[in-house]
């Protein structure tokens, strides 16, 4: 009995579907309740158990809420502390692309305008796309929209993320946890 309800127990959902279209305002600010509403959600707790050492710990990515309209893909990132301290501080937000798997979206200080989107070169390396210029902002929150475009898509064409944090070259987080948020 125990064993039965073990396997046929459903897996929790970690990503919640965008049920329509958004059109944020890209200026790191909570500007409205309404504004990313309609978006969708990623789970971003981390477990605590006995299998993760026992302790808990805050993530350092508190939401995570994605959405897009006819042109462009929106990502709203709401960090631990306000995003402009935490990206000073070092911290890197990387939006990896698993479909179109040739583009990675980079929010971090010192690049310009705040992100730069890289196309992976036939070798493996990872390569800005100088012509492209993504909208992000990061005040309190940090937001970003990258046009569909850019990513080398096309209406209707599937697509797939997730996101990685990092300080110093090393991966601190990344959501969702086990496969990556699919449209």
Known sequence: ?????????????????????????????????FEWLPAGAV??????????????????????????DLTHLYLRL???ASARQSLEQGIRCSVNFTTPADRRLVLQAGEPGGAVLHQRATNGAWLPMSA?????????????????????????SPFAFFVSIQKGGVELERHPTHRPVES
Do not use: C
């Open 132 to 156: 492209v210029q993504p909208r992000v902002a990061a005040e309190e929150i940090l937001e970003a929209a990258v046009s569909f475009a850019d990513l080398g898509l096309q209406a209707g």
């Open 43 to 68: 789970e971003t707790d981390l477990p605590a158990g006995t299998m993760t050492g026992g302790k808990r710990r805050e993530p350092l990515l508190r939401h995570l809420l994605f959405g897009f």
């Open 1 to 33: 009995l125990f064993a039965t309800n073990i396997s046929t127990s459903h897996v929790p959902l970690s990503v919640v579907t965008p049920v329509g279209l958004v059109n944020p305002v890209i200026d790191g600010q909570p500007s409205s309740y």
């Open 78 to 80: 709401d960090l631990g």
